[in-house]
């Protein structure tokens, strides 16, 4: 699911990017130190181009380049797989992958693989986020999923994923985008939309008790941008001033709540991002 230009160039693209160098540098900031940590697995479900943001270095203005600079500084074995669907998008992908990953210390190992050192393994699938695979995923490995499509009809996270991962390793941390444009999407038929209430269902139902949901929203966002981080219980308070600080920084606030720790709010936000004002009253 590439990133369109008018997409990539919003002001709220900044504002995600920060918050996804902050999830992903907790992440080995704690997987560093975790003694029952053997290795990491970041997929990125909606690779796209690896395009920079213009004005930005490129491995902090695209998921690619957040991932690959990221996975060099843990220390433990990590395996980066990024995923994208569209031929002349995955072309893109490469050659911005081929021209940027030396600058990390990243040499190329075959046409859609790079190493780096001897703990870092990063390939490219131009196969759909849908259908990654998690046969390599075992107890012991730290997952991490990014799921960021340009709209929430383009979600890339198939329904099972989140299960399937619980089952394999209860380390598991996921960013999702839910893109609920009113003057687009909600002029979709209701019960398209409906439909929308079931990637989210999919990860409760999913969560073990010791992980909760966070979903955000931008406050007062014509666009109606939402986000949803799976986290673990304990780290509530910190992952939440994370998501709030990182659009902060951008001159945005956020309207979040808690799956587990606060239902009505969660479900409410939910409702406000998924239906028209008219069918909420109704």
């Known amino acids: 699911m590439s990133k369109t230009m008018d997409v990539g160039r919003t002001w709220r693209t900044p504002a995600k990017h920060d918050l996804m160098r902050s999830l992903i540098g907790k992440e080995v900031g704690v997987c560093k130190v975790k003694h029952g940590v053997r290795r990491c697995v970041w997929y990125d479900l909606t690779a796209g181009d690896a395009a920079p943001v213009e004005g930005h270095e490129w491995m902090n203005s695209c998921s690619p380049g957040i991932l690959a600079n990221h996975a060099r500084n843990l220390g433990k074995?990590?395996?980066?797989?990024?995923?994208?669907i569209k031929p002349a998008t995955f072309d893109r992908l490469l050659g911005n992958l081929a021209e940027r990953l030396p600058d990390l210390g990243y040499h190329r190992e075959a046409e859609a693989g790079w190493l780096h050192g001897e703990h870092v393994q990063l390939f490219a699938h131009n196969r759909s986020g849908g259908d990654a695979s998690l046969s390599t995923v075992a107890t012991g490995d730290a997952?991490?999923?990014?799921?960021?499509?340009?709209?929430i009809t383009e979600w890339a996270m198939r329904d099972s994923f989140a299960a399937e991962v619980s089952r394999l390793t209860w380390m598991f941390r996921s960013l999702s985008t839910l893109g609920c444009n009113p003057a687009g999407l909600k002029r979709l038929p209701q019960e398209e939309r409906l439909g929308w209430f079931d990637l989210l269902r999919h990860h409760e139902q999913a969560a073990p008790r010791h992980r909760d949901l966070l979903l955000a929203a931008i406050e007062r966002d014509d666009a109606?941008?939402?986000?949803?981080?799976?986290?673990?219980?304990?780290?509530?308070?910190?992952?939440?001033?994370?998501?709030?600080?990182?659009?902060?920084?951008?001159?945005?606030?956020?309207?979040?709540?808690?799956?587990?720790?606060?239902?009505?709010?969660?479900?409410?936000l939910k409702r406000q991002l998924f239906l028209t004002k008219a069918e909420r009253g109704a």
Do not use: C, I
């Open 224 to 268: 109606q941008w939402a986000y949803l981080m799976g986290e673990p219980v304990k780290w509530r308070g910190q992952m939440e001033a994370v998501a709030r600080s990182a659009f902060k920084r951008h001159g945005a606030s956020m309207v979040t709540s808690w799956w587990r720790e606060q239902t009505e709010a969660y479900e409410a």
């Open 143 to 151: 997952v991490f999923a990014l799921n960021d499509p340009n709209a």
């Open 77 to 84: 074995p990590v395996v980066v797989h990024l995923y994208e």
